[in-house]
Structures are given as C-alpha cells and as structure tokens.
C-alpha cells in the first residue's frame, strides 16, 4: 500500500523545493531602486534617469506591486522645513517620472522622510528610494 505524503509550505522550504519561491507564491520580493541628486537640488540627472527606468520596468512585470517612493535630504545643510520640503520636491520629481514612464500615478505612494542623520556618506542623504513591492 503506498501512503501520500502531504507536502506543506515549511516542508516544501525545509526541503529546498521552493528554488523559485516567486512563480509559487505569485508575488516578486521588494526591490529597491537608489536614486541619487545633487546637493539642494531636486533634478534628476542621467544617471538618475536610468534608475528610473529600471523601477519602470520591474514595475511593469509586477503589475499588482505597490510603488513607494520615500524622498531624503542631507542635514548637513538647511533647516528642518527646507529639507522636508527637499525631500518631497525629489520624492515628486521621482514619482513624475514613473508616470511618464507607464505606471499609473493610483500605484505610487509619496512618502518625504525629510533629513537624514548620522550619515557617514554625504549623498546616502541626497536620494529618493523607490520600492517595488513589499
């Protein structure tokens, strides 16, 4: 007589079956696209750009993902106010042109963080982070 072995998700893991954890589960894991700007600035470069149309793209293949775009600023320079104000205007900037790119502004959220303390890298402050899924 042969017995059936019921195969649950913590078994399936245990046994290392789940090679391709995102065609089982039929969501992708968060991806994070680093966007970086100039010091009080608020434009996007080329280097920028092409950030973006990498978020563009990996949205695009999960169509379903919810797009969060947080916006920092340095706290090194400016008030308080101003880099709240820094952080959204990148923050926009960024979200701008994910819908020139083909997503849909009702799947971006905006979320300006304002400055950033402590950091050892001066630019780590200077960027927009936009996350795909999660």
């Known amino acids: 007589m042969m017995r059936r072995l019921l195969l649950t998700a913590p078994l399936l893991l245990a046994l290392g079956a789940c090679a391709n954890l995102e065609g089982m589960l039929g969501t992708a894991p968060a991806r994070t696209f680093p966007v970086f700007f ?10 920028a750009r092409g ?15 919810k797009v969060t ?3 920092f600023a340095s706290d090194a320079t400016g008030t308080v106010a101003f880099n709240r104000v820094l952080s959204e205007a990148r923050a926009r900037t960024v979200a701008d042109a994910l ?22 890298f001066p630019t780590e402050a200077r960027r927009v982070e936009i996350q795909i899924g999660g």
């Open 38 to 47: 100039a010091e009080d600035s608020a434009a996007m470069g080329d280097n």
């Open 69 to 71: 775009v947080r916006g």
């Open 99 to 120: 819908v020139v790119g083909g997503i849909p502004s009702s799947r971006i959220g905006i979320e300006p963080r304002g400055a950033v303390s402590g950091s050892m």
């Open 51 to 65: 950030i973006v149309a990498m978020a563009v793209d990996a949205a695009k293949a999960n169509p379903q993902a």
